[in-house]
């Protein structure tokens, strides 16, 4: 079945930890997204990719890190992580045609930093 | 690309009534989706309405669109507790394929 997988599901990490967030898809979407999204509030784009290879920022400024060696994966990395990256990161994937279809999205990572 | 504002921001209902929540945006637009996110969990398409739409229908949804206005609304007909999520809606340009969500329509349904 067609998806898009995300791990791990809830992490509680020490300050100053360098942590991966995973998200892969079986689809063959191209375009992958990471959007970050605090309890009760917007969602605000931090990183996106049209293809391998292909990585660029988003609408927030983050200190995350992406990377796309290939086209189902899409790792998010924090070098060093602080409080205020506790938040839930949630990626998502696209094969946008121009309007045939909609983002389809995972379960997102829960992040806490202590 | 440009984000759609929900309203309201919060919505309580009795299980079996009709649910509406409201969006507008700024500029003109090819497309509007809809998405609904569960409690901690990932968004999830609801349906897309193109600009040549004025009203489309999935299920127990019902979607209009008016660009003249600026504006879209979600119908959910006879509401169950299962429907008890955050909605959200994307305007959308061709050529602009990065989505951007605004804080939602809090939907209760009340058993």
């Known amino acids: 079945e067609a998806d898009i997988y995300q791990t791990p599901r809830y992490l509680v990490i020490g300050t100053g930890k360098k942590i991966t967030l995973e998200c892969s898809q079986t689809?063959?979407?191209?375009?992958m997204y990471w959007y970050q999204q605090d309890p009760g509030m917007e969602l605000h784009l931090i990183h996106y990719?049209?293809?391998?290879?292909?990585?660029e920022k988003g609408d927030l400024s983050s200190e995350s890190t992406v990377s796309r060696i290939r086209t189902e994966h899409f790792p998010l990395t924090l070098e060093s992580a602080r409080p205020s990256h506790t938040s839930q990161y949630l990626c998502?994937?696209?094969?946008?045609?121009?309007?045939?279809?909609?983002?389809?999205f995972g379960s997102g990572t829960r992040l806490t930093v202590v | 690309s440009q984000q759609g504002e929900e309203d309201p921001q919060a919505l309580s209902i009795q299980e079996g009534e009709n649910a509406t929540m409201n969006c507008s945006y700024k500029?003109?637009?090819?497309?509007l989706q809809w998405y609904r996110q569960n409690s901690g969990r990932g968004l999830v398409h609801l349906i897309l309405i193109r600009s040549n739409e004025r009203e489309k229908h999935s299920g127990r949804l019902r979607v209009t669109l008016d660009t003249s206005k600026k504006s879209s609304s979600l119908l959910i007909t006879a509401s169950r507790a299962a429907d008890t999520a955050s909605y959200f809606c994307a305007p959308s340009n061709f050529g602009n394929e990065k989505l951007t969500f605004g804080t939602g329509t809090r939907l209760t349904i009340i058993p």
């Open positions: 500029t003109s637009i090819n497309n």
């Open positions: 998502a994937s696209s094969a946008w045609t121009g309007g045939a279809g909609g983002y389809t």
């Open positions: 689809m063959g979407h191209d375009k």
């Open positions: 990719s049209y293809g391998v290879n292909s990585t």
